[in-house]
Every structure is written in structure tokens, then in C-alpha cells.
Nanobody, 125 residues
């Protein structure tokens, strides 16, 4: 059974940094896409960053230049380094993983089979 567990959320002031981690247990498809999404109340889920098995990444325009996604396939972990945070980044962040090999990785939530429980990130002005 695949389980994804996020950690590293919290509260910071604008301009600060946070690093999210996602521990994947039971997930062995190191070549498949993994992604970070976020959601705020009343809004649809937004794809933030994606990464394929080779480490090729893509980002939403709203976070490009500020966020960095990475993965450690040996440790089965996904990371999201978030710098220069803005109040608009406040959301629950979810990690997601695909059980198939898809290229390129996409920002559509329906393409991902496994999801974490979410980690709250709050950025104050």
C-alpha cells in the first residue's frame, strides 16, 4: 500500500522560507512523475511543481524562480524548497505520485494516483 506523508509546513513571514518533505512508503516507481499541489478554501487545486524520474522539473508561473522541487529516489522522498514566500502562497500543500510513467509530467491532479494528507503553509504579511 502506497502512503505519502508531508512534513515541514508551518507559519512564516513574507520573504521567509520553508522546506516541505514528502515521505513515500510502498512506492517504488522511481521513474514516474511526482508533484506538489496546493489548495485554499474556495479555490480549485493548483499544481505547483512537477518532477520526473530523471529530475526534469516544471513549475507554475506563480512560483517560478522562488520554489525548487527535488526528489531522492533512494530515500523515496520528494522535497519542495520555498523561498521568498508571499501571503498568496498560503495554502494546504499536497504531494502526489503517479503509478505510471508519463512524459512530460503534467499539472492535472487527475493524472496522479497517490496523495498525501496535506501540510499547512501560512505566510503572513
Amino acid at each position: 500500500q502506497v502512503q505519502l506523508v508531508e512534513s515541514g509546513g508551518g507559519s512564516v513571514q513574507a520573504g521567509g522560507s520553508l522546506r516541505l518533505s514528502c515521505a513515500a512508503s510502498g512506492y517504488t516507481n522511481s521513474r514516474a512523475c511526482m508533484a506538489w499541489f496546493r489548495q485554499t478554501p474556495g479555490k480549485s487545486r493548483e499544481g505547483v511543481a512537477v518532477i520526473d524520474g530523471a529530475g526534469v522539473t516544471d513549475y507554475a508561473p506563480t512560483v517560478t524562480g522562488r520554489f525548487t522541487v527535488s526528489r531522492d529516489n533512494k530515500k523515496n522522498r520528494l522535497y519542495l524548497q520555498m523561498n521568498d514566500l508571499e501571503p498568496e502562497d498560503t495554502a494546504v500543500y499536497y504531494c502526489a505520485a503517479d503509478r505510471r510513467i508519463t512524459e512530460p509530467c503534467v499539472f492535472h491532479g487527475d493524472s496522479y494516483n497517490y496523495w498525501g494528507q496535506g501540510a499547512q503553509v501560512t505566510v503572513s504579511s
